[in-house]
């Protein structure tokens, strides 16, 4: 038997407070009912003893206010990036390994104190990439978009995740990052492993057992190694692409160039962070045009709709809908509600997304929505996702040429509409009746 088997069929929504539970297996089918109950009735959302250490709790925030204020002040509520890999230091792994985990712990960029390096982590090392520099990519993206268009039947069915919104981040991810194109699916099968505390962990803490994390590690084999041994070969020969750039930048919180391994860890954020959240970004953004008689034609009509469908979407359908990522580091007081000192805070940025204290009409996707980028898909202040510019950028230009390149676009058969377990919303299946346009 599998230690990642999927046991959530036939799960009933929650219909009272005491139903809600955001983790158990097939939670996922029902999130947003379960986000109406907490909004009504518990806002701030105590799980007791599922803090940090077993005489501490935990709290889940949905409310937008709530979650704005935690994520704008990262000294007071303090980060907690490096959760899963102090739990595989904790883990009885071998001692190899440990460097691995040193590699990672830079990755997650837990040695950044201060909101000052926070910044200059970004400006300096990811920005001119992933974030506002993306748009350096525009031409490659488009180009990567097409192929993958052009490999899509005349008319019929195709699984949409399969042949175009899990393909592209990775096609992506590979030539920013400067990884040959004959090793992408070596990339995406190390981009599988990496998340998986985020699709198979336990409970809110994302925790894999001994035995799942011997089986990631297993799966890890080698990424780090291969890394390495890029890194090395571009210091010898620089190319226009993020690793050669890492190899060559003075990183001015440090004064001095990068080592391999904080290159390596920094790849490694970028593989986890850039390949599965714009793929689901992608998928469910598919639904929400396949649900809207009219939609798609509009888009077309009028493609400047775009950006604010775009904003809707993330809006709407969070990809990543929650993660405990900060501590309280004094007594805290949210609403009617005391947060000891402590106490981890569960950010269900998907909630505060669709909260009617801050959206009217939260569940309509509007097109005319005002600031329709104040969501906190991507969370917001100074730990923001650094990814967002490419992810955005990649989201724009697949649907300005599927809308221009596709006649129409509808559900195909055999759908489930089922979720993957874990913390992200997505399936990883969706077949589309597609018609392309005559040229
Ligand atoms: C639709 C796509 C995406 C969504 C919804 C998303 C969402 C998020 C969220 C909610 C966070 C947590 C921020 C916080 O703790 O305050 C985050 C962090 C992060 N994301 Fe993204 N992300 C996406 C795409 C990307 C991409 C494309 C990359 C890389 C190219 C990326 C790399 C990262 C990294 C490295 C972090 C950790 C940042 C830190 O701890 O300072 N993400 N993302």
Redesign the pocket.
Known sequence: MSVFEDNSAGVPPPHKLKDVDLFSPGAEEHWYDAYAILHREAPVHRLPREGLTSDTDAFILSRYEDINRV?KD?LRYT?I?SLMLEQMAAAKTPPEDMDYINMMMV???TL?PTVEL?RA??KEL?DP??GPGAERHREMITRRVDALIDQLPSAGEVDFVQAFARPL?QQV?AE?LGFPESDIPQLAAWGEAQVMPFVYGEGHLNRLSDEQLAAQFTQLDGFKEYVQDIVRAKRQSPADDMISFLTQVTYSALDRKLTDLEING?VY???????E??Q??LEQQAQLICDRPGLFEALQADPSLLRTFIEES?RLR???QG?S??LTSQDERFGEVDVPKGSVLH?R?AAANIDPEEFECPMDLQLDRKAASRH?????????????G???L??HIAWTRLLERLESMSYGSDNTFSHQPGIMLGTLQLNLELVKAAK
Request: charged share 10%.
């Open positions: 994520v990262p980060p990036t990755s997650m960029l950044r926070w982590h970004r990811t990439w992933v981040p991810m920013v920094i954020a970028m593989v986890l962070g850039g390949l959240t714009t689901y970004a993330l969070a990809p990543t993660l990522t900060r950010l940025w906190l898909a991507f969370s917001a202040g100074p730990r923001v996702c650094p990814g967002a490419i992810s955005r990649e989201q």
